[in-house]
């Protein structure tokens, strides 16, 4: 019954849209949505009403080439942007003002808050969520039967955590309990944030205006993290990683625990179906507690883009959100952004699909439009401060170089206002 | 010969001066063509640039000289130059030096030569950006070759991580642009060492001088030119180096490897401020210029009799 209902909608929505005249408009996403995108690009054109043109541009060059393409006159009409360059996007007036549509949908109460919370500059919205990511943990089971562990229990609290990993860690020299890219910033606010965000403890305060780096969550979980290091139960490339293993250190089975990402389940069931893996939360200090690093993209349309366009990138996104396509985007290892049909979208999945899904509904987005400064840069001051405070010798220089960072951080976002 | 007689006579001296004046002109023209374009050109645009807020998304606006008095006090820009600095300096002694020995030995004629000549410069034919994912490769800590070989050999206590900590990985990335570069200068120093008349260390040996003396009072000043070209490009692309402190260290540990184009990358890359950017390039630019010019300089040929 609901089903069809939301079916009616979705056809008297392109229905509506298709009184205007049939439109080609052009369409980025980053490389990372290239197992989804051509799919739900397919089935949106196959309907007939408009043309989707898709371009896939390397996860890393996207910003780039979308501000080279914007200077001269030859930016895409829409973009799945990574949702955490929208506040910076937004600020830049590189973007459409998208309120009035985003307001006129009735499941607009249902998309993810944590795509809307950035998106919205100056209380208007510049950007629909698209597709999330939420950060989870994944742990081996095989290894953990091995070690003598429940395989179907996963690790609830940071203590948990380090004690199931130490037993691991002693199954032999190759095999080690815990794995995490220790050079690596878009990582660590990804897995590492969570740990602190579900204690109750944040990195950024007042909007991102204030960095609390020795907030006293932050500095517990650095000393977590560190007494691992310090035990051997992670391995030493892990120190000089900047985000290259990632996710294949813990597809190679030899790793216990990991935190990863939801994109993580679906890429390893593909690519290393014999892994025999379970997903949870990522937990806080005490049992009970959790977090997640709501991530994803979130759906712009450029600035310049003209009007007779723009309904034709509202019915794409219209497709998007139909039951339809939030199945498309499910199907292929994306947590459906919206919430009242997450669960029927999910349903021809296992209830790993699920928890991610969940993570996602509970998770967390910095706002900053200092993202790459502060954050994402491999020379910026959060992953500076945080890998010299994880492989330090003692607490006191771990402290000292979390001191230091939060002072670097201040003086980039003091010196940006 | 036989047309050169039989031309007429050249025309008076002033008007042909002036019409080989312009046709000189018009041979240089594509020449300079170049230059304009692919050099004075961008060169004006990075001045114009540097004198606005310019970001990479969004409108660029006027401020002035504000982004030279802000460089001034930009300790990371400054700390970033003196790192090239030390680079610059370890990296032209070791290819120099090694370039050099390398010139001495495969400057004589012969088919083993020839292999070994050919050898010593495979490295320089791959880009610095594969040279530099191999070495990432060679120097991981868990599945490279130098820690766990180091390990096995028992010269180390358990493996150890290159990477993370400053001398070995300093050391590292400077071994392997020797590695990857060596080759280059020592065809430059070996054409040099061949130019040298081998009438002059005969002349050297008949009068009674060493290997030494002949090394030092005939190699040495014959090989002066060459060298200076050796020199100069050594020491300005070593001042440019970027790609394998990106690739290999990703300007780590602690940021204690970043370099001066690596810092103009962040500024204009990663935080999307061009126009700072472009003045850090000004900068670098003129610096590069006053070095060459030192060089040139010390390295002149000495006038006769001086």
Known sequence: MKHQITGAVMMAALAWSGLARAEEFSLWVRSDGSEYMPKLVDAFNA???????????????????????????????????????????????????????????????SLSKAHLSVATFEDRIYGLPFSGDASILLWNKDLYEKAGLDPEK????????????????????????????????????????????????????????????????????VEFYRGMVEDGLVPAGAETDGGTNFFSAFANGNIGIAPSGSFAIGALDNRYPDLNF???FLPGQTEGEWSSFAGGDNIVISHGTPDEKVSAIEAFIQFAYSLEGQTILANNGVVPVRGDIAKEALKDLDDRYAISAEAM???????????????????????????????????????????????EMQSIIDSAN | MQQMADSPLPEPTPRRSQRSGWMGLVYLSPALFLVAVFFLLPVGMTIWMSLHDWPLIGKARWIGIANYTRLWGDARFWDALWFTVQYTFAATIGLLGVAFALALMVQREGRAVAFYRTAYFLPVVTGFASASLLWVWLANVDSGLFSPAADALGLTDGRVNLLASFTPAFLLVTIMVVWKMAGFYMIILMSGLQAIPSDYREAARIDGAGRMQ??????MPLVRQPFALALILCVSSSMLAFDQFYIILSGGPHNQTVTAVYKIFNESFVSFR????????????????VLSVIQLILLRDREPGK
């Not at chain 1, 979308?66 to 007036?93: C, K, M, Q, R, V």
């Not at chain 1, 878009?186 to 579900?198: D, E, Q, R, V, Y």
């Not at chain 1, 790459?372 to 401060?385: E, Q």
């Not at chain 2, 061009?274 to 210029?289: D, K, N, P, T």
Request: charged share 20%; net charge negative; proline share 3%.
């Open chain 1, 47 to 109: 309907k007939g009403e408009h043309t989707a043109k898709l371009q896939i541009v390397t996860t890393d060059e996207l910003v780039q080439k979308y501000a080279i393409a914007s200077a001269g006159g030859s930016a895409p009409d829409a973009l799945s942007l990574d949702l955490i360059y929208t506040p910076a996007f937004a600020e830049a007036g590189q973007l459409k003002d998208m309120t009035d549509f985003a307001k006129s949908l009735d499941y607009f109460d």
């Open chain 1, 154 to 221: 996963g690790p609830k609290s940071w203590a948990e955590i380090e004690d199931q990993a130490r037993t691991i860690a002693g199954l032999g020299d190759d095999i080690y309990g815990f794995y995490f890219s220790g050079q690596c910033g878009g990582c660590a606010i990804f897995t590492f944030a969570p740990l602190i965000w579900a204690s109750g403890g944040d990195l950024l305060q007042e909007n991102g205006r204030k960095a609390t780096l020795t907030d006293p969550k932050m500095v517990a979980a």
């Open chain 1, 278 to 280: 379970g997903v949870t």
């Open chain 1, 361 to 407: 509904a509970g998770g967390h987005t910095p706002y900053t439009t200092l993202f790459n400064d502060l954050i994402n840069s491999r020379n910026g001051p959060w992953i500076t401060a945080l890998s010299a405070a994880w492989f330090a010798s003692s607490a006191d220089k771990a402290k000292a170089a979390l001191e230091a960072g939060e002072e």
């Open chain 2, 214 to 219: 002949r090394f030092r009072w005939i190699t």
């Open chain 2, 274 to 289: 061009l126009g700072y950017g472009a003045a850090l390039s000004m900068v670098l630019l003129a610096i590069l210029m």
